[in-house]
């Protein structure tokens, strides 16, 4: 099982960027799915989660009204829109996806993707 990351990049305050998870070795269709994200110096945190079937979503206070959280079950792909992006956004961007079908708010997932970097100027 495979969760790649991609999207990443260095940008200015106040663009976006887009990042995709592709879920590879089994279908994640039926779990849920999350987007955390770990700072220099810092613990990995969770930005985003995604129920199974993308009628529950959380989002840390800090990116609420500028990220989204998406995901296409067809094609076993989670998404993370991230706009107005601060230099606190600054961080590698990690995919998470679980076998449990509820939204979860915690890092219990149980596969990981290994990260991608978002470097946000200001």
Known sequence: VQLQASGGGLVQAGASLRLSCAASGRSFSSGAMGWFRQAPGKNRDLVA???WNGRSTYYTDSVK???????????????????????????????????RSSLRVDDSYYYWGQGTLVTVSS
């Open 65 to 99: 009204g500028r990220f989204t959280i998406s995901r296409d079950n067809a094609n076993n792909m989670v998404y993370l829109q991230m706009n107005s992006l601060k230099p606190e956004d600054t961080a590698v961007y990690y995919c998470a996806a679980d076998q």
């Open 49 to 51: 989660a995604i129920a």
